[in-house]
T-cell receptor
Framework: QKEVEQDPGPLSVPEGAIVSLNCTYSNSAFQYFMWYRQYSRKGPELLMYTYSSGNKEDGRFTAQVDKSSKYISLFIRDSQPSDSATYLCAMTTDSWGKFQFGAGTQVVVTP | EAGVAQSPRYKIIEKRQSVAFWCNPISGHATLYWYQQILGQGPKLLIQFQNNGVVDDSQLPKDRFSAERLKGVDSTLKIQPAKLEDSAVYLC?????????FGQGTRLTVV
């Protein structure tokens, strides 16, 4: 079993819809959680960074962490074609630790 | 603020040849990572440096891969000899307080 599980998609949504992404994990020691966006042939770009449980909002993006269920989510409101990319979740046990990544979910937003 | 710089962007070599990648992290970032990303998968950590010391190299194939970080700044990753399964994108990332920022990556094709 992988430490971090993420549905590879593709997830296809119409423009303006809410995109819902999630990851599950098995290591209860994870405390720092990140979401990255990766366009084709580009490096991952940090979108959201959260510590422990709770919600964090930044513009159209909302990240949720539920440590009791070992489940994290990313929501993208009012999705745009430019949001079409692969979204990677990542997590680590401490701020110095190695990041464990999910496999990434491909999102396609159609006009 | 300048991002993480990597070179070259692309490299094609024959199996059994050697290759080296270079990374210049964000100024002031003590932690530097090298990740390998195979097509369709999330990044996998190869090695993590804290300043110029190795923190984690448990997944680095040490019979063929080597890495160094000179003076705690720039880093090079070398593969010698390369195998077909080394074809991947090699990503360098740096972090200061837990948030990791990635470079554009080097796409290696071994033929």
């Amino acid at each position: 079993q992988k430490e971090v599980e993420q549905d590879p998609g593709p997830l296809s949504v119409p423009e303006g819809a809410i995109v819902s992404l999630n990851c599950t994990y098995s290591n209860s020691a994870f405390q720092y959680f990140m979401w990255y966006r990766q366009y084709s042939r580009k490096g991952p770009e940090l979108l959201m960074y959260t510590y422990s449980s709770g919600n964090k909002e930044d513009g159209r993006f909302t990240a949720q962490v539920d440590k009791s269920s070992k489940y994290i989510s990313l929501f993208i409101r009012d999705s745009q074609p430019s949001d079409s990319a692969t979204y990677l979740c990542a997590m680590t046990t401490d701020s110095w630790g190695k990041f464990q990544f999910g496999a990434g979910t491909q999102v396609v937003v159609t006009p | 603020e300048a991002g993480v710089a990597q070179s070259p962007r692309y490299k094609i070599i024959e199996k059994r040849q050697s290759v080296a990648f270079w990374c210049n992290p964000i100024s002031g970032h003590a932690t530097l990572y090298w990740y390998q990303q195979i097509l369709g998968q999330g990044p996998k950590l190869l090695i993590q440096f804290q300043n110029n010391g190795v923190v984690d190299d448990s997944q680095l194939p040490k019979d063929r891969f080597s890495a160094e970080r000179l003076k705690g700044v720039d880093s090079t990753l070398k593969i010698q000899p390369a195998k077909l399964e080394d074809s991947a994108v090699y990503l360098c990332a740096s972090s200061l307080l837990g948030e990791a920022f990635f470079g554009q990556g080097t796409r290696l094709t071994v033929v």
